[in-house]
T-cell receptor, first 111, second 113 residues
Framework: GESVGLHLPTLSVQEGDNSIINCAYSNSASDYFIWYKQESGKGPQFIIDIRSNMDKRQGQRVTVLLNKTVKHLSLQIAATQPGDSAVYFCAEQFGNEKLTFGTGTRLTIIP | EAGVVQSPRYKIIEKKQPVAFWCNPISGHNTLYWYLQNLGQGPELLIRYENEEAVDDSQLPKDRFSAERLKGVDSTLKIQPAELGDSAVYLC???????????FGNGTRLTVT
């Protein structure tokens, strides 16, 4: 089946700097994308989503960018804080098919 | 609003024993999911319910796994008998409908010895 991958399994960022987490997806027909944050011992927490008719969406301190031409998704976190340390998953969905998750990127914030 | 509630948080059993997990979704969410998450990996769908109906159970190992969602609210996931390879975190999630974001519980960590 289709898979969702990440360019980097780990990312370390200085506190206060901006973080960019990248994700490559392989199903060009996917029309819905979500970013989740998962802290140790907890379930994935919804951060932000975007549909394929958009290329950018902003939330509180987070921005998701979608480049359908190269099948690339990114999550930008502004002014990272210690509480942003977690594993981040991107996930893709096509129509009513199941949501497919990638393997995750661990973000570590350096004080 | 209250989130998705799962119990127990941890379960340790010996292989060949049965085990059950319980999930209470967010009120009003019609769609309920059970996912399995192995260490260092993303969640993988086991089964999806729309109200009481299991609409996608293609990933559920039906020889040992079963699930139910009576009355379209709470759900249970059962494994009988458990195998060593079943050790993982079992996550429940719910959403308003299939095109809405999933909200996850904190999962049940199963260890089979």
């Amino acid at each position: 089946g289709e898979s969702v991958g990440l360019h980097l399994p780990t990312l370390s960022v200085q506190e206060g700097d901006n973080s960019i987490i990248n994700c490559a997806y392989s199903n060009s027909a996917s029309d819905y994308f979500i970013w989740y944050k998962q802290e140790s011992g907890k379930g994935p927490q919804f951060i932000i989503d975007i549909r394929s008719n958009m290329d950018k969406r902003q939330g509180q301190r987070v921005t998701v960018l979608l480049n359908k031409t190269v099948k690339h998704l990114s999550l930008q976190i502004a002014a990272t804080q210690p509480g942003d340390s977690a594993v981040y998953f991107c996930a893709e969905q096509f129509g009513n098919e199941k949501l497919t998750f990638g393997t995750g990127t661990r973000l570590t914030i350096i004080p | 609003e209250a989130g998705v509630v799962q119990s127990p948080r941890y379960k340790i059993i010996e292989k060949k024993q049965p085990v059950a997990f319980w999930c209470n979704p967010i009120s009003g969410h019609n769609t309920l999911y059970w996912y399995l998450q192995n260490l260092g990996q993303g969640p993988e769908l086991l089964i999806r319910y729309e109200n009481e109906e299991a609409v996608d159970d293609s990933q559920l190992p039906k020889d040992r796994f079963s699930a139910e969602r009576l009355k379209g609210v709470d759900s249970t996931l059962k494994i009988q008998p458990a195998e060593l390879g079943d050790s993982a975190v079992y996550l429940c999630a719910s959403s308003l409908d299939y095109n809405s974001p999933l909200h996850f519980g904190n999962g049940t960590r199963l260890t089979v010895t």
